[in-house]
């Protein structure tokens, strides 16, 4: 069964402090692993697709890696700004819908 | 540009009215999606337009109807709702329906009395 499991579901940290939040997943085979970030009462943003292993982007502050069984969204030196739930979709070769994470709740305090 | 725009931003409506939930997008996308979206769960697929037919119904109630009136507007139409309908209702498109990157709109409150 397709399967997508993010840790921690809640994380706190310092204004400057870096970290990392994990997607991991269990699919027949992997079209695709996306990043959302989504602020309460608001529809998610779109932040970065990911094809294969070893693929990496990076956006502002924060920068998506992928391998053949999970991904990491790193966060250098976040920001207040940066708190928000972050979600991870997958696209498998077995579905046609997206397979959500239940997300990780990232607090930035100042 | 990658908006989608949704409006109302916020709807209350009794168990007897109908509404509409509107969403448009101008980015030429050839898919548009309508989720719903329960507090501190993800986004729960409801429908799929591809090229402006219906190709996805995730055996959603009929008191939920969707509209494709051409290939940037998407309406869902609600009738007889239940409270626990109320949620919020997110509209996303993305270049075609085997294309996942998914563009969301900010979203409707749906509240039912």
């Known amino acids: 069964e397709d399967q997508v499991t993010q840790s921690p579901e809640a994380l706190r940290l310092q204004e400057g402090e870096s970290s990392s939040l994990n997607c991991s997943y269990t699919v027949s085979g992997l079209r695709g692993l996306f990043w959302y970030r989504q602020d309460p009462g608001k529809g998610p943003e779109f932040l970065f697709t990911?094809?294969?292993?070893?693929e990496e982007k990076e956006k502002e502050r924060l920068k998506a890696t992928l391998t053949k069984k999970e991904s990491f969204l790193h966060i250098t030196a976040p920001k207040p700004e940066d708190s928000a739930t972050y979600l991870c979709a997958v696209h498998p070769d077995s579905n046609y819908q997206l397979i959500w994470g239940a997300g990780t709740k990232l607090i930035i305090k100042p | 540009d990658t908006e989608v725009t949704q409006t109302p931003k916020h709807l209350v409506m009794g168990m007897t009215n109908k509404k509409s939930l509107k969403c448009e997008q101008h980015m030429g996308h050839r898919a548009m999606y309508w989720y719903k979206q329960k507090a501190k769960k993800p986004p729960e697929l409801m429908f799929v337009?591809?090229?402006?037919?219906?190709?996805i119904n995730e055996s959603v109630p009929s008191r939920f109807s969707p509209e494709c009136p051409n290939s940037s507007l998407l309406n869902l139409h609600l009738h007889a709702l239940q409270p626990e309908d109320s949620a919020l209702y997110l509209c996303?498109?993305?270049?075609?329906?085997?294309?996942?990157?998914?563009?969301f709109g900010p979203g409707t409150r749906l509240t039912v009395t």
């Open positions: 990911l094809y294969s292993a070893g």
């Open positions: 337009y591809s090229y402006e037919k219906l190709s």
């Open positions: 996303a498109s993305s270049w075609t329906s085997s294309s996942y990157e998914q563009y």
